[in-house]
């Protein structure tokens, strides 16, 4: 039966962890995988979750099946958290919001949803963007594209190329876009960029779906949803998908979510029962533990409050490893200005690091980043940073 099943290529990034981790030399530095680790280098169990989960195990809840579209306590704190608790949009029982298997499974269903809608949509990613985006959804049937957005002269968007190319798009035509803290490059549109791209989209009559995996990695939970907001004041139909991975430490207990935003009450019924019948087919419903825990600390002001808190510890640690790594290099003598890694926001840099120079710094230092040069920041702490800023000052 499987005899003529070929060898499939590694995954980029978690290739790389399976390197690292059969890598025995003891000075190693994963930077290539988008995790946030501590400043001891580990994943941290954040306090907010802990408390909450000791109170989930302390009650000792049965583990029926969920609802197919997930807990609804859950889904709530997601449409919460995307447009806040005032939102007319919640209120007029526009948004339909389905827990999801991380924020990839999120991405997954809403491309298998699209994919019956329009068969022959194509979908366009940023290029460059995150590499799964372009996989899930070709694993959903659909033709990808990508449209202008890095300008790697100026480490910034190229908004005017971007723009350009959205106008140009046939009408019904899916655009992923990132919500905030671009993956891979750390540069995201200003407001105003945002406000272009919605009259973009309603000019031309395209299916906005703003991936969210870092909401509150940039400045915070409600200023990170400055593109979720213009596109919920247009009146648009839109799709979202939310990631809890990084913001709630919670990698592996896949919470994520996809929320659609529809035209009435009554289309999102409608849209729901089908939604329901992909998820159905696909997983049958999600599993209980990631979303209890979310919607407990989402629900109480408390575990709210303190989750916030440990966001913005994690926010303000990455920062800091930003500036020291700029720092260190400059006192290292290198010449290339590395300011721009402060500009940047999320976990990422697009350091400019060339794919020969990323072989160097594994081969010859043990450090890991992605061959087209992205490190993830939150990889870095007070132990490792010297010995890195040392690596990138030989290898440059
Ligand atoms: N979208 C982007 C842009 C991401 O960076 C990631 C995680 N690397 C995801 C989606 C997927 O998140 P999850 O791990 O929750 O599936």
Same mark, same amino acid.
């Given at each position: ?29 994963? *930077? +290539?995988?988008?995790?946030?680790? =501590? ?14 989960? $000791? ?10 099946? $969920?609802?197919?579209? +997930? ?17 007319? *949009?919640?209120?007029?029982?526009? %948004? ?18 699209? $994919?019956?809608? =329009? ?10 963007? @995150? ?47 990132? !919500? ?13 960029? @945002?406000?272009?791209?919605? #009259? ?6 395209? %299916? ?28 648009? $139909?839109?799709?979202?998908? /939310? ?6 430490? *919670? ?14 009450? #009554? ?37 709210? !409050?303190? @989750?916030?808190?440990?966001? +913005? ?17 400059? &006192? ?6 590395? /300011? ?23 081969? #010859?230092? +043990?450090?890991? &980043? ?9 990889? *870095? ?9 040392? &690596?990138? !000052?030989? %290898?440059?």
């Amino acid at each position: 039966i499987f005899s003529a099943v070929e060898m499939a290529p590694r995954d980029p990034i978690l290739g790389l962890n399976e390197s690292f981790n059969a890598d025995t030399r003891d000075f190693k530095v994963n *930077l +290539g995988v988008g995790v946030y680790f =501590n400043d001891e280098g580990k994943i941290p169990l954040l306090a907010a979750v802990k408390s909450a989960e $000791q109170v989930r195990l302390a009650a000792q809840p049965p583990r029926g099946y $969920q609802a197919i579209e +997930g807990n609804p306590a859950y889904n709530t704190g997601v449409q919460n958290l995307l447009f806040g608790t005032e939102s007319e *949009l919640t209120a007029a029982g526009r %948004v339909v919001t389905a827990q999801a298997l991380g924020g990839t499974g999120a991405l997954r269903i809403g491309g298998d949803f699209l $994919q019956r809608l =329009n068969p022959n949509a194509t979908v366009y990613i940023s290029n460059p963007s @995150w590499e799964n985006h372009r996989a899930i959804f070709e694993a959903a049937g659909f033709k990808v594209g990508d449209y202008p957005y890095y300008d790697a002269a100026t480490r910034g968007v190229d908004f005017a190329a971007m723009k350009a190319f959205l106008l140009g798009l046939e009408a019904g035509s899916i655009i992923i876009l990132h !919500a905030c803290c671009h993956n891979p490059t750390g540069a995201d549109l200003s407001d105003a960029q @945002w406000a272009e791209v919605v #009259e973009a989209c309603r000019e031309r009559g395209l %299916v906005p779906f703003l991936d969210m995996a870092y909401q509150g990695f940039a400045e915070g939970i409600s200023e990170d949803s400055v593109a979720v907001n213009a596109f919920a004041a247009s009146g648009l $139909q839109f799709l979202i998908s /939310s990631s809890f991975s990084k913001s709630f430490s *919670l990698y592996g207990e896949r919470v994520g979510a996809l929320s659609i935003i529809t035209s009435s009450k #009554e289309e999102s019924g409608r849209v729901l029962s089908q939604l329901k019948r992909v998820i159905r087919t696909n997983y049958s419903n999600p599993p209980i533990h990631g979303g209890a825990v979310v919607a407990a600390v989402l629900a109480s002001p408390e575990l709210r !409050a303190m @989750w916030e808190e440990e966001l +913005g510890g994690m926010r303000v640690r990455i920062r800091s490893m930003r500036s020291g790594l700029v720092e260190k290099l400059a &006192a290292r003598g290198v010449a290339q200005d590395f /300011s721009f890694v402060t500009q940047q926001r999320g976990m990422f840099s697009y350091t400019g690091l060339t794919a020969d120079q990323v072989e160097v710094l594994r081969a #010859e230092h +043990g450090i890991y &980043a992605v061959s087209t040069g992205r490190i993830c920041l939150a990889a *870095l702490n007070n132990k490792n940073i010297d010995y890195v800023a040392d &690596a990138i !000052a030989k %290898v440059l």
